[in-house]
């Protein structure tokens, strides 16, 4: 079966740093992706992982256990431009993309 | 700049009513996808295609359709529209063979079926 979590909403302060996690349950596995969607616009990639460990762009960095099945997106000194919805989404083994239902960012100065 | 533009940005139908809703990419990608995205549920795949004239079900093709005529362009079809498929519908498009799943979507359909 296809099973990802991650948490509805989370809030933070700007400056500061915030880790969203995304969980997931699969028997095939072929790579761990992050979107970011503003409202009312489309989602954009942010960053795929398909090894084991932290990947860093920036102020946005990936993070991957295929053997824990679970994930992070790190941001840190936070935007107010940073309030989005964070997707997290999985590749199976069929290269078909399994999406979480996302993660509401609120930014608060 | 890459572009993937969506027809429609607001829709307001009918039960019954036929919809279209069309999707164009000015990237050359093989890959168009047709998706809705509903309040606490992730994006769910209703039809993808990987060439002119293919197309392969998603997770939830019932009461849908598409057609890919051109490369460029991937349309979703509702034959009759019901209050259930009220909903956000993305469209995306990617490289054949992709497997870093960068999708790139258009801004999205808003669908209300009264």
């Known amino acids: 079966g296809q099973n990802i979590d991650q948490p509805t909403e989370m809030t933070a302060t700007e400056g500061a740093i915030v880790q969203i996690n995304c969980t997931y349950q699969?028997?095939?596995?072929?790579?761990l992706f992050w979107y970011q969607q503003h409202a009312g616009e489309a989602p954009t990639f942010l960053s795929y992982?398909?090894l084991d460990g932290l990947e860093e762009k920036g102020r946005f960095s990936s993070f991957l256990s295929r053997s824990k099945g679970y994930s992070y997106l790190l941001l840190k000194e936070l935007q107010m431009k940073d309030s989005a919805s964070y997707l997290c989404?999985?590749?199976?083994?069929?290269?078909?993309?399994?999406w979480g239902a996302g993660t509401k960012l609120i930014i608060k100065p | 700049d890459v572009k993937v533009t969506q027809s429609s940005r607001y829709l307001v139908k009918r039960t019954g009513e036929k919809v279209f809703l069309e999707c164009v990419q000015d990237?050359?990608?093989?890959?168009m996808f047709w998706y809705r995205q509903d309040p606490g549920l992730g994006l769910r795949l209703i039809y993808f295609?990987?060439?002119?004239?293919?197309?392969e079900k998603g997770d939830i093709p019932e009461g849908y359709s598409v057609s890919r005529e051109k490369k460029e362009r991937f349309s979703l079809i509702l034959e009759s529209a019901s209050t259930n498929q009220t909903s956000m519908y993305l469209c995306?498009?990617?490289?054949?063979?992709?497997?870093?799943?960068?999708?790139?979507f258009g801004e999205g359909s808003r669908l209300t079926v009264l």
């Open positions: 995306a498009s990617s490289f054949l063979g992709a497997d870093t799943g960068e999708l790139f």
């Open positions: 990237m050359d990608h093989e890959n």
């Open positions: 295609s990987y060439d002119v004239k293919m197309k």
């Open positions: 699969t028997s095939g596995f072929n790579g």
């Open positions: 992982n398909v």
């Open positions: 989404a999985y590749l199976d083994s069929n290269y078909q993309l399994i």
